[in-house]
């Protein structure tokens, strides 16, 4: 892997972690059909975190006002509250795909990877995210998510373990399908990949500081993760501008694109 490529799948990460078409699931395929030798978990973590900054960036007044309350410096106890009640929810939908990565992390690493499951992933949950998109009754607001809620979008999110289901797609899916609005469904997917990716992030720092910052690979690891940074800001502005008259739709087609492409492409490989 050189430079360039490094740059490459940071923007593809940042553009795919956002929009529900499977991060994961595209970097797999990139390494792939490159044809060079894939990269590690830990470069694709830390390409994560570049998205992990574009997210702090981006919903940072949430992030803050939600740290405030948290450590009760909100003088309005009743919003206060609510905050509260929002951070207790993020925190809790966590705890599955936190378990799912550490008990499933290595063997999706070694198995999960290959084209052909990442196509089927890819095409079953593009049907499920049509599928809730088009029967979702879009009547809850992001105010109105309650615990249920949170807990079922949260084994949702651990779905994702499986490249090609999407973080984000799973859980907006799952969102979509409770009746949650598309703005509320991606709010709250989005609030909720700061901590998983996070945590993610710091189970790997050791391997990123050895592999990455200090050793020979500094400048592609540090190439990726600004830009996937870069990348991601630009594609969750985009997101949260689409949804507001826009359907989940064309991600869906999307997916069952790709998943054929690739078929095509690894039978034209026998």
Do not use: W
Request: charge should be neutral; charged fraction near 10%.
């Amino acid at each position: 892997m050189n430079i360039f490529t490094a740059a490459i799948l940071g923007i593809i990460q940042g553009a795919t972690e956002f929009l529900p078409i499977s991060s994961s699931g595209h970097l797999a395929l990139a390494h792939y059909f490159f044809g060079g030798e894939e990269a590690s978990l830990a470069f694709d973590v830390a390409l994560h975190l570049g998205t992990l900054l574009a997210i702090l960036i981006y919903f940072r007044d949430d992030f803050l006002q939600m740290g405030k309350a948290v450590l009760g410096l909100n003088h309005n106890e009743g919003e206060a509250k609510k905050l509260r009640g929002m951070a207790f929810f993020i925190c809790l939908a966590t705890i599955p795909g936190v378990l799912a990565g550490l008990f499933l992390g290595d063997t999706a690493e070694q198995y999960f990877r290959h084209p052909a499951m990442v196509a089927a992933a890819l095409a079953g949950a593009g049907l499920l995210l049509l599928l809730a998109d088009q029967a979702g009754k879009r009547a809850h607001d992001f105010g109105e998510i309650t615990l249920s809620d949170a807990l079922l979008i949260g084994l949702a999110q651990a779905c994702a373990i499986i490249p090609g289901v999407s973080r984000s797609g799973s859980t907006i899916t799952c969102g979509l399908a409770l009746g949650l609005t598309r703005q509320a469904a991606v709010r709250f997917s989005f609030l909720l990949s700061a901590p998983i990716i996070f945590g993610a992030g710091v189970y790997k720092l050791p391997e990123i500081i050895t592999q990455g910052l200090l050793g020979e690979q500094s400048s592609l690891y540090l190439t990726g993760f600004f830009a996937s940074a870069i990348s991601g800001y630009l594609f969750i502005s985009f997101i949260m501008q689409y949804i507001r008259a826009r359907s989940f739709a064309i991600f869906a087609y999307y997916r069952f694109l790709l998943a054929a492409l690739v078929v095509v492409a690894l039978f034209l490989q026998r």
